[in-house]
């Protein structure tokens, strides 16, 4: 069955260490997503990308950036880690125009990052 | 821009109770909606969504909304709730027809099914 993997699932690190969080999709989904989520404000987009070589930011992309080299990767980097970026991070790809199903993002099960 | 407000950041109700779990957007434009359920330490599943035709939308687990256009909501809602129902429930709004895939998401609403 097609998946989206994430990892590492949880993960401790120090302010102003450089972070990279992996995503895996096996859906061939040409669109993929980066969000964060903490109490009191939901899921927050922070980069997406809509093909190979195609990244944009989200509307909480600072001190974050993604880049995309095949369809089934979009890891996340963290260039120096802040405090205020604890958080879980959960990625999510969907379909294209013209596809079934296009209109639906499928969710990873999400990263627990702690930034001390 | 669109935007999506959950009333309700938490609703405690009985087992065997009917829930109602509240969603507006604002948009200017046709929008697609979507009810996600996330469970304890879980990712975010698909429950329903409104696309177009009927307003009367049925999800999993026994879960239905009611897109009403006039009123600009998508309210969530359930006859007869289990303990497995307790989790997290967000409300999000997507604008595909102006050809981008992003979503906005709600707050969330926190359910918890009470004994």
């Keep these: ?116 | 821009a669109q935007s999506v407000t959950q009333l309700d950041s938490q609703v405690p109700v009985f087992e065997e109770a009917p829930v109602e779990l509240r969603c507006n957007y604002s948009s200017s434009v046709s929008v697609y909606l979507f009810w996600y359920v996330q469970y304890p330490n879980q990712g975010l599943q698909l429950l329903l969504k409104y696309l177009s035709g009927s307003t009367l939308v049925k999800g999993i687990n026994g879960f239905e909304a009611e897109f009403n256009k006039s009123q600009t909501s998508f309210h969530l809602r359930k006859p007869s709730v289990h303990i497995s129902d307790t989790a997290e429930y967000f409300c999000a709004v997507s604008d595909l027809a102006s050809g981008t895939y992003k979503y906005i998401f709600g707050t969330g609403t926190r359910l918890k099914v009470l004994a």
């Design chain 1, 1 to 116: 069955d097609a998946e989206i993997t994430q990892s590492p699932r949880h993960k401790i690190t120090e302010t102003g260490r450089q972070v990279t969080l992996a995503c895996h999709q096996t859906w061939n989904h040409n669109n993929m997503f980066w969000y964060r989520q903490d109490l009191g404000h939901g899921l927050r987009l922070i980069h997406y990308s809509y093909g190979v070589q195609d990244t944009n930011k989200g509307e909480v992309s600072d001190g974050y950036s993604v880049s995309r080299s095949n369809t089934e990767d979009l890891p996340l980097t963290l260039e120096s880690a802040a405090s205020s970026q604890t958080s879980v991070y959960f990625c999510a790809s969907s379909g294209d125009l013209g596809t079934s199903g296009v209109e639906t993002q499928y969710f990873g099960p999400g990263t627990r990052l702690l930034v001390l």
